[in-house]
């Protein structure tokens, strides 16, 4: 017998494991860390695409981040939509006339107010919601609804090189977006996002608080670059690849050279298991009410 061996006290283990729960307890509050959720252009497979009740349902569900869109108008007030025109599927105008002008552009905030954008539903999502009487909100009433959360938000400029009569120049773009950033005193809550590296260039010198974000790919043509080359060459910090072009190995890469990977629009389980074990730091998806219930499952929230 090994008589010089005392067996610990019972409170000494107690103790033991207690550490080690709190040890496993931090672990898995850092990975849900790593993988923030992005609501692409707020929920749009519960809610209408933009809209206000869309962000707010975002909001309620546990979402990060409100990834959403800007157009123009022809006023110069930013409002939020995908589209540089009114879409011929999920918005309506009450008036022949009205319809004739859906060039955001081209409208007036007091035009652009009049048209329905959440009667009608949207058939790629049949779950969507229908709530008409919905608008297309500005910027600046995305910001006065939401800022008394926590969330974050992920701003996309839709800027075309081959069409500039369709928004303002790039440098009148993003001064625009940042004086209302900086009404609402959100710089740090900010990403700027972009598939045109124009506006995110004019940027930078604006502001260094706002976080910049490259999306890609531009095209099928560049659906094979090395997208942590295309991000640096932007200045930005963040890699917002399609999420058919992520791996493990280019996000290892974009790590190395201090880049976040939030790969764009993953929408189902095995696509969010794949950005997961490629090493995403986050996700954006229509449905992030359905992905912050998969990662909570999964143990990584």
Known sequence: MFTGLKRPPAML??????????????????AAEKIQVHGHRGARAAMPENSLPAFEYA????????????????????????DP???KVFCQAPTPELAAQRVIRQMPLKQLK?????????????????????????????????????????????????????????????KLVLAVVKKHNLE????????????????????????LSMLTPTGMADAAKNW??????????????????VTKERVEQAHRAGLKVVPWTANEPAQWQ??????????ISDDPAALIAWLKAKGLR
């Not at 969507?128 to 609804?145: M, N, W």
């Open 85 to 87: 025109e009114m879409s």
């Open 274 to 283: 794949a950005l997961v074990d490629a090493g995403s730091d986050a996700i």
């Open 114 to 174: 009049q048209w329905d954008c959440g009667a009608l539903g949207n058939p790629e999502f049949p779950k969507q919601s229908k709530i008409p009487g919905t608008r297309v909100p500005t910027l600046d009433e995305v910001f006065k609804a939401t800022k008394g959360s926590r969330v974050e938000y992920n701003i996309e400029t839709k800027i075309f090189k081959n069409k500039p009569e369709l928004t303002p120049t790039p440098e009148e773009f993003s």
């Open 13 to 30: 283990l107690g103790m033991r494991w207690v550490l080690l729960a709190i040890m496993m307890s931090a672990m898995t509050m850092a």
């Open 228 to 245: 942590v080359e295309t991000t640096q060459a932007a200045g930005a910090f963040i890699a917002s690849p399609h999420f058919r072009t």
């Open 59 to 82: 909001i309620a569900q546990g979402a990060d981040v409100l990834e959403l869109d800007l157009a123009v108008t022809q006023d110069n007030i930013l409002v939020v939509s995908h």
């Open 188 to 211: 740090s809550r900010v990403i700027l996002q972009s598939f045109d590296d124009r506006t995110l260039i004019a940027m930078k010198p604006l502001s260094p608080k706002i976080r």
